[in-house]
């Protein structure tokens, strides 16, 4: 694809093309985060404060601007890609406030105290009062299929936040395992926003098929890249601490691949490390040399690539056109990416 | 309303209300139990565990009764039914699931370690995917109507679970804001199961409207029950321990209209015990005694009543039958309700 992006300019080729499609879309956009705006509101104040919180910072939007690039390339000229991308937005950031919940565990019931109760509850309902806006505004689309799509996908994404939970911890979990959670976790909902795009405007069931797997492989790719950048990426791109899946002892591919290569001393590090919680400050610089070792953060990379290639092929067949190359440009420079 | 059901046999008139609806429909409540089976199923293990562990546990399925007889009183002849009770116990089951999360705040992140990862997360990950299940059952009825009813609860429900933290610990909650609280987190859900029912049977607003009533004004009627029983259950038959609201500081309507009639040194007790959380083991008698010399308890059941009546009344627009009589004594009987 001849596009206008060019590495010199100083931003990687991954933002660029994310720039490129909140161009291409800026008046879509423009509604949609006016509707997100909007369908915060409720009476109870600290909904509409705690979820902006987060929805407006700053994250890039990626589902939404693949919705909405996905309908455009199907040629939709309707209003309803508008609330199909706020609703992919409001159950992404519902999935994230869920996943910022902290176990009970480790409290004990009868200590809690006034100050204390508010953090994870308060994320919970508000997740849930998302989740429950995201269902009205597919609803007004009118489209049986679109809530069969995304309500399908919202069940799979809880299933795969569980197997999560399962393989955290756990060294047995192999690539099989691990790619059956980001499957489910985050390609499951990139699958459903892009396929929406051809649902809503009507399109074939082989253009609906390769959106679809569009999504899906991209949604691979994406994930693939986060688990490489949370051992490798600089807090200040971004945006968020390395070391988190590292700290909470998440199987990711990158751990997998140098776990299947590790000599013995080097199976013990990751033992104590990923399953017994046992952690010293010197621990994460030792993982990243571990992972460079023996090629896993680079070879994970080259699987991103693969899924990316994948999902630019998919989109082949449809017509040339500046949506075919954004979101083709999304696909293939994902495994760019440096936050 | 002339019905079999006897003080005398030892068991509760309200209790023998239920088990009315529940041998009324017997054979629909077969199938809702099946299908709840089946839509638990995943292939994530811990999912189906998890849930049915609750959905097991025996409780009543009033919101699936009322759905049913709702679609039977209005000469339903359908199979939709049986989902949207399952919907609807799914949709409570989640909230109850959601409920029981503790707050991260006397958590440090670092002090994780992998036993104590599990809880508070994958009780909020199978309600997230029970609300799924929920929409997806929805889905399948064909009616847009039926999702934008049970979409917009879902999203009161967050809402006064939201205003119920907010009205914690607070001395200051009026029964204004109490009776806002239980109208979102408890009547929005029962009004939503009981106007399906009408829906799905294609009946006239009038009806649609009436059942909406009776179950928004049940809910009421229930909720206050449960506040009062709170402080005057017993543990064998309750199936949960009582003094929960007063340990949690929740200010319920008998704590409203006791702190309203307290004197100065009863204000303290309030304040210290329910706001400031310093709470010493005879302090949920002496909250007892408190609520029984300003007839608290009585009073609440009283207000119960009022709406258990309105209830009643909404159905006087249908036929006499064994519907109308059966849902007519589960409101009538709400307030004399042990467990």
Not at 12 to 37: H, K, T
Not at 65 to 76: D, E, I, Q, R
Not at 256 to 272: G, M, N
Request: overall charge negative; glycine content about 6%; charged content about 20%.
């Amino acid at each position: 694809m001849a596009l206008a992006i060019s590495a010199a300019s100083g931003v990687s080729r991954d933002a660029a093309a994310v720039e490129r499609l909140q161009q291409l879309l800026a008046g879509e956009m423009a509604q949609v985060n006016a509707l997100i705006l909007e369908r915060l509101q409720s009476p109870v104040q600290l909904i509409p404060e705690l979820a902006s919180h987060l929805i407006a910072s700053g994250g890039k939007r990626l589902r939404p601007l693949v919705t909405l690039a996905a309908a455009k390339l199907c040629g939709y000229q309707g209003p309803h890609h508008i609330r199909l991308a706020a609703a992919g937005e409001f159950i992404h950031t519902a999935t994230l406030l869920h996943d910022d919940v902290i176990d009970e565990s480790a409290l004990r019931r009868g200590q809690a105290t006034a100050n204390i109760v508010w953090g994870n509850q308060a994320s919970v309902l508000v997740g849930d009062f998302l989740f429950s806006r995201a269902f009205q505004l597919m609803v007004e689309t009118g489209s049986q299929e679109v809530l069969r799509i995304l309500s399908t996908a919202s069940a799979i994404i809880a299933e795969g936040e569980v197997l999560q939970l399962q393989t955290a911890h756990n060294l047995t979990t192999d690539e099989t395992a691990y790619m059956s959670v980001i499957a489910s976790k985050t390609a499951a909902l990139f699958a459903a926003a892009a396929e929406v795009g051809a649902v809503i405007a009507n399109r074939p069931a082989a253009e609906r098929d390769a959106l679809r797997s569009y999504g899906a492989d991209l949604g691979i790719a994406y994930q693939l890249v986060d688990d490489v950048l949370d051992y490798t990426g600089r807090r200040s791109t971004l945006g968020k601490n390395t070391g988190d899946d590292f700290r909470e002892g998440k199987i990711t591919l990158p751990i997998v691949l140098a776990h299947r290569k590790a000599d013995e001393e080097e199976r013990s590090f990751w033992q104590r490390a990923l399953c017994d919680g046992d952690q010293s400050d010197s621990d994460f610089k030792r993982a990243r040399r571990l992972l460079e070792r023996h090629s896993a953060l680079t070879d994970t990379i080259a699987e991103a690539r693969r899924f990316a290639v994948s999902a630019e092929a998919a989109l082949q067949i449809f017509p040339g056109n500046e949506y075919h190359e954004a979101l083709s440009d999304l696909a293939g420079f994902a495994p760019d990416r440096l936050y």
